[in-house]
Each structure stands twice: as C-alpha cells, then as structure tokens.
C-alpha cells in the first residue's frame, strides 16, 4: 500500500544534541511537509518542500532544518533541541501545494522526548 | 487572512445517536475545505473534503459534511455515533491565495455507550 512512513515513532535526545527525524513515501507525491504538533493541538507548518523547493515558514527557528535528498526522502533536523522542541514531527505530503484541492497525507508521527 | 474555527473543544454523543462537529471558516475566494481525524499517538487520517459541487459531502466510515456557503460553515456529520469515532477531529481549509492549509483547534469527540 502506498503511504507516509515516519521513523523512529519514538525519539528521546538530550538537550542540546542534534537529532534527525525521518519520512520516506510511496505515493509519488510532488510535496513533502513537516508539522509540529504540541499536546493535541492543531498541527503547525514548519516548512515544506515542492519538488526541490523548499520554502519556510517565517516563524519557524533557525534550530529547525530540513533535507530532501530525492522524492521519496525528507529529513528533518533539530540542531540543539530545547525542552520547548518536544513535541509529534509529523510528516506529510500532498500531489500539489495548497492552494490546491489534493488532501494531504500524514504518516503515523515521531514523538521526541527532549531531556 | 483566512481562519477555521472549531468553536467546540468536546463534543459528546451517546453511541448510536448522531454526531456534529462544527466548523466554520473565514476565507477569501473559493474554499478548499478538509476534515481530519486523529487517533491517540497516530498522525491525521483524511476523512473528506469539499472543493466544488454538491454541497453534500460524504467521506470515509460513515461521515459526511455540508458545506454551507451562506454561513460559511462545514460541519462533520454522522446519523450513528460508535464508540471508535472517538478521537480528535480537524477542520482544515486552504483558498486560491493561500500558500499553507489552515487547520481548525480540534474538536475532541467522545462517543459513550
């Protein structure tokens, strides 16, 4: 089955010390997204890729850094996590940017757990 | 600037009874509008969405949402609730301007016997 695959589900790093998330995808898809998600809150856009493009949110901390090697293959990077950075990565992705009528697909989520 | 809201934070339904989750946006143009549910620990399962058409949506495990332009509300619905429906339910909503979809706060649904 096609679908949005996030690994570790689970991620525990110390305070200060790098770590990586993953997301790998079958659809074939065009973009690549990654969300923070804090205690059952809606998801907040970190950035995104189109293709090879990528764009950033504005708010977004310069802590955070994304990697898209190839289509299938988005990596996000948390340079010196903080206590305030745990949270659910969610990874998503869609054929088209918004504006656009393709639902986004989310894959299952890595809870990091920052001490 | 374009809005969802989900006025509810829980909503709760006996099981068998039907269920609504509200949502209504603030837009400019035409909406692009999405519900997602998500289970504890899981990402967001899309359930529908209404792009143009028949106001009348219907989507995955028995939802459906209306899409209400003169209210400019889209409420999910369901004429049966289970005791599985309960999770957490996302209104989003992205226009022809809008570079990002807009989610809604979510809405916890409990379905009780």
């Known amino acids: 089955d096609a679908m949005v695959i996030q690994n570790p589900r689970y991620q525990v790093t110390q305070f200060g010390k790098p770590v990586t998330l993953s997301c790998s995808q079958t659809?074939?898809?065009?973009?690549m997204y990654w969300y923070q998600q804090k205690s059952s809150q809606a998801p907040k856009l970190l950035f995104h890729?189109?293709?090879?493009?990528?764009?950033n949110e504005a708010d977004t901390p310069d802590n955070f850094q994304s990697r898209r090697p190839n289509t299938s293959f988005c990596f996000l990077d948390i340079r010196s996590p903080g206590l305030g950075d745990a949270a659910m990565y969610l990874c998503?992705?869609?054929?088209?940017?918004?504006?656009?009528?393709?639902?986004?697909?989310f894959g299952p989520g890595t809870r990091l757990t920052v001490t | 600037a374009q809005s969802v809201a989900q006025p509810e934070d829980q909503v709760n339904v006996a099981e068998g009874n039907p269920l609504t989750v509200k949502c209504t946006y603030s837009?400019?143009?035409?909406?692009?509008l999405f519900w997602y549910v998500q289970y504890p620990n899981r990402g967001l399962q899309f359930l529908l969405k209404y792009i143009t058409g028949d106001n009348l949506v219907k989507g995955s495990y028995g939802f459906e949402a209306e899409f209400n332009k003169s209210q400019t509300s889209f409420h999910l619905k369901k004429p049966s609730a289970l005791v599985s429906d309960s999770a957490l339910y996302f209104c989003?909503?992205?226009?022809?301007?809008?570079?990002?979809?807009?989610f809604g706060t979510g809405t916890r649904l409990q379905v009780t016997l």
């Open positions: 989003a909503g992205a226009t022809g301007t809008a570079s990002k979809l807009t």
């Open positions: 659809l074939n898809h065009n973009v």
């Open positions: 890729y189109y293709d090879k493009d990528f764009n």
């Open positions: 998503a992705t869609s054929r088209d940017p918004p504006p656009s009528s393709y639902e986004q697909y």
């Open positions: 837009v400019s143009g035409n909406p692009y």
